[in-house]
């Protein structure tokens, strides 16, 4: 698929067949967020792969909607902000390394026929416990990662005057 193809199917998957994931594509997605760019290369993230099968009561502590269960697997992103790079005024570019290596993750997906679905409003408690993440770890951001099973609705985007400013403007 060309990028720009990808980039326009990709779209939150709110539904999965229950197909397994076959362990070459899993590996390419992973493999495409670990050569995520980050932050003066630290690459301060923790990607855990979870499966599904048998864990969805738990899993559903964590976020509760059924379908956040039915793929296969569900990917955590996780944040390790004492291992990234922080700038001179403080700020601290794990949430952004994060960011950076999951949209590499869902892209690679997307490319493979594989669906997501960005979950930052999950329960970072619940979360914790079930990974079992020290103090220094941080749940950023959940996908399921599995076969779509609905289709994508139209995307609803600002255009680009609303989201670009040129400098020829100030």
């Given at each position: 698929?060309?990028?720009?193809?990808?980039?326009?199917?990709?779209y939150?998957?709110?539904?999965?067949?229950?197909?397994?994931?076959?362990?070459?594509?899993?590996?390419?997605?992973?493999?495409?967020?670990?050569?995520?760019?980050?932050?003066?290369?630290?690459?301060?993230?923790?990607?855990?792969?979870?499966?599904?099968?048998?864990?969805?009561?738990?899993?559903?502590?964590?976020?509760?909607?059924?379908w956040?269960?039915?793929?296969?697997?569900?990917?955590?992103?996780?944040?390790?902000?004492?291992?990234?790079?922080?700038?001179?005024?403080g700020?601290?570019?794990?949430?952004?390394?994060?960011?950076?290596?999951?949209?590499?993750l869902?892209?690679?997906?997307?490319n493979?026929?594989?669906?997501?679905?960005?979950?930052a409003?999950?329960?970072?408690?619940?979360?914790?416990?079930?990974?079992?993440?020290?103090?220094?770890?941080?749940?950023?951001?959940?996908?399921?990662?599995?076969?779509?099973?609905?289709?994508?609705?139209?995307?609803?985007?600002?255009t680009?005057?609303?989201?670009?400013?040129?400098?020829?403007?100030?």
């Amino acid at each position: 698929m060309e990028f720009s193809e990808v980039v326009e199917k990709r779209y939150s998957v709110r539904a999965y067949k229950p197909d397994l994931v076959e362990d070459e594509k899993l590996r390419q997605v992973l493999e495409a967020a670990r050569l995520a760019p980050t932050a003066a290369n630290r690459q301060p993230f923790l990607l855990i792969v979870i499966h599904t099968a048998g864990r969805e009561a738990e899993l559903r502590r964590i976020y509760k909607p059924d379908w956040f269960v039915q793929a296969p697997l569900v990917v955590c992103a996780c944040g390790i902000p004492s291992q990234s790079w922080v700038r001179k005024d403080g700020k601290n570019y794990s949430d952004v390394d994060v960011a950076i290596a999951m949209d590499h993750l869902v892209l690679s997906a997307t490319n493979l026929g594989l669906g997501t679905c960005w979950i930052a409003a999950f329960d970072p408690k619940a979360a914790r416990k079930l990974l079992q993440l020290p103090d220094d770890i941080e749940p950023i951001a959940f996908t399921p990662l599995g076969y779509p099973a609905d289709r994508p609705g139209p995307k609803k985007r600002k255009t680009i005057a609303e989201l670009v400013r040129l400098d020829s403007d100030f």
